[in-house]
Nanobody
Framework: HVQMVESGGGLVQPGGSLRLSCEAA????????IRWSRQAPGKERELVAE???????KYADSVSGRFTVSRDNAKHTVYLQMDRLKAEDTAVYYC?????????WGLGTQVTVSS
């Protein structure tokens, strides 16, 4: 059974931290890279971070220095550690896996940054 499942979202105050998890069941060995994207209300989906099979990472300028993407191969899971969160980080966060020309997406997890 192939699926991407995000977890870890929630409500956090500005300046706080959250860690999102993305479990890639059934496809780990076939993944080229995994991306975290987000979509805020009324805005287009934007790429936040990605990590490839060699753990090389890329970040959007808006999160660089605050967010860290990592992977645990034994658990088939990718994490997004989000620190120093801002109100503008509020969005639904999605993980996706790229397998050649195929993209598999999870259903997303809501992150709300508010006091």
């Amino acid at each position: 059974h192939v699926q991407m499942v995000e977890s870890g979202g929630g409500l956090v105050q500005p300046g706080g931290s959250l860690r999102l998890s993305c479990e890639a069941a059934g496809i780990w060995s076939s993944i080229d890279f995994i991306r975290w994207s987000r979509q805020a209300p009324g805005k287009e989906r934007e790429l936040v971070a990605e990590i490839d099979n060699w753990a090389r990472t890329k970040y959007a300028d808006s999160v660089s220095g605050r967010f860290t993407v990592s992977r645990d191969n034994a658990k088939h899971t990718v994490y997004l550690q989000m620190d120093r969160l801002k109100a503008e980080d509020t969005a639904v966060y999605y993980c996706s896996a790229q397998l050649g020309d195929i993209s598999l997406w999870g259903l997303g997890t809501q992150v709300t940054v508010s006091s």
